[in-house]
């Protein structure tokens, strides 16, 4: 059976997958997942046979769709990695990843992106897309803390592999890998995990255009960036946005202030066009369960279900167990 396979995605539903086809509450039918993000929750829709249409405002994530959501049969074989590309074509790229020099990464590691994504220029449609999303995995598997705000003198401490030993008992040499290593490693698992379901399609718009774009859905599902949880991803990921041009102003659903009215001014654009809206939340975040509720509750009827999850944190057990909550608005009074 298709397995999802390592994305490494900060705030991902993969632990929650199969409760939350469970409580779907269609069992076949066009699903919209519109803060997709690292796709979990596509992709497990798209196994369940659903049709899917997966959007996020980040290119990071859509790569990520466009490669295993919307692709229904192109692989890749490791011949790609002998991709003749153009020596002065890698040099500009080489110039215009320059930012990550020393922010991100070591200079010759900087270089060494600029081929990969030299030979992701020489790929067409969704291989391209498979490449791309194995490249983002390996960027992402170099940095401490799998993420990219880190600071570089930070970057530079965790990456020594005898303070880390040191320090956490763990060399965590993959750091030091190199780009190309990491692709090759998870590359079969990237390629097995493609397959033809229903038809699907990925987007890459704010959450407001998307709810615009579409005609009709039977579902919508939502897991945005809750405020005053780890919610910034354009900080997480955007780097990768910018190398390829693609960073863009969305709104902001991060802010405590205008959370429930952005919320609100979504789910009315989409409410006719949807028999549905759901909607994670977890009990650790703001604004409450009894406000989402009452906001929802303006466009028809209300269910909550709710699972008991006990989130880890570096490998700790969270001792008062914070609940993940489900809101099924089914729309019309
Ligand atoms: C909690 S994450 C989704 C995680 C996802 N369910 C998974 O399993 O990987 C929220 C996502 O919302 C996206 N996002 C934030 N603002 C957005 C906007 N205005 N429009 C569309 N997506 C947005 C972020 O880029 C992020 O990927």
Not at 86 to 107: C, I
Not at 208 to 228: E, K, N, T
Request: net charge positive; charged share 30%; hydrophobic share 35%.
């Amino acid at each position: 059976m298709a397995k999802y396979p390592k994305v490494n995605y900060i705030g991902n539903k993969e632990k929650l997958v199969d409760w939350l086809i469970e409580e779907m509450p269609v069992k076949e039918g066009r699903v919209l997942d519109i803060f997709a993000g690292g796709c979990s929750v596509s992709y497990a829709l798209k196994v369940h046979g659903y049709s899917v249409i997966s959007n996020d405002i980040l290119y990071a994530d859509y790569v990520i769709a466009k490669a295993l959501i919307e692709n229904e049969d192109k692989t890749l074989t490791l011949s790609v990695f002998e991709k003749k590309t153009d020596e002065s074509r890698v040099r500009e790229l080489a110039a215009k990843f320059s930012f990550l020099s020393e922010r991100l990464y070591y200079p010759e590691e900087v270089e060494e992106l600029a081929g990969l994504a030299a030979v992701a220029e020489k790929l067409e449609g969704s291989e391209r897309y498979l490449f791309l999303a194995l490249m983002r995995r390996a960027m992402i598997r170099k940095l401490p803390y799998s993420r990219m705000n880190v600071p570089w003198n930070q970057i530079q401490k965790l990456r020594d592999e005898d303070y880390s030993y040191e320090k956490y008992k763990r060399k965590r040499a993959y750091h030091n890998q190199s780009f190309e290593s990491h692709m090759r490693e998870n590359f079969e698992e990237y390629n097995r995990a493609v397959f033809k379901g229903k038809e699907c399609r990925a987007y890459c718009l704010d959450a407001f255009d998307m709810a615009q774009r579409i005609d009709h859905v039977d579902v919508v599902y939502m897991d945005p960036p809750y405020p005053s949880t780890m919610n910034n991803y354009d900080s997480f990921y955007g780097l990768f946005d910018e190398m390829f041009d693609r960073k863009r102003q969305h709104t902001d659903y991060t802010r405590k202030e205008s959370f429930l009215d952005n919320m609100d001014r979504l789910i009315g654009r989409l409410a006719d066009k949807t028999g549905y809206v759901v909607l994670s939340q977890n009990t650790r975040v703001r604004p409450n369960p009894e406000e989402v509720e009452a906001m929802l509750s303006k466009y028809g009827k209300v269910e909550i279900k709710r699972k008991k999850y006990n989130y880890q944190v570096t490998g700790k057990e969270n001792k008062n167990g914070s609940k993940e909550l489900l809101f099924i608005l089914k729309i019309g009074k």
